[in-house]
């Protein structure tokens, strides 16, 4: 799937997710425990990401709103967001 910035994303109904200090775990509930080796743990800018996908804002307003939160005007986060967003697509962590 191709993102464009207007792409609205949300996180998957398969997907149980736990805060712990400021990371995520992410782990898909699974058909058999063959699919356990599917988990995530997502570092601190992963979890930023994920607290913002909300099936509302499109990835232009994350990668906005997480320019501000690390205070960086740079490309370097919008390529990242991008990047990151792209891998929970093919994850099946996030849908379109």
């Known amino acids: 799937m191709h993102l464009i910035m207007d792409t609205v994303v949300r996180k998957s109904e398969n997907i149980v ?7 995520y775990i ?10 356990v080796e599917s988990i995530f743990n997502l570092n601190e800018t992963g979890a930023a ?3 913002k996908i909300d ?22 986060i919008e390529n990242d967001v991008i990047s990151f967003i792209g891998e929970m697509t093919e994850a099946r962590l996030v849908e379109a």
């Not at 099936?55 to 370097?76: C, T």
Request: charged share 40%.
């Open 26 to 35: 992410l782990v898909p509930i699974v058909a058999s425990a063959a699919d």
């Open 49 to 51: 990401v994920w607290e």
């Open 55 to 76: 099936g509302k804002k499109s990835i232009r307003y994350i990668i906005e709103e997480i320019k501000k939160e690390f205070e960086d005007e740079g490309n370097q």
């Open 17 to 23: 997710s736990r805060k712990i200090a400021d990371e």
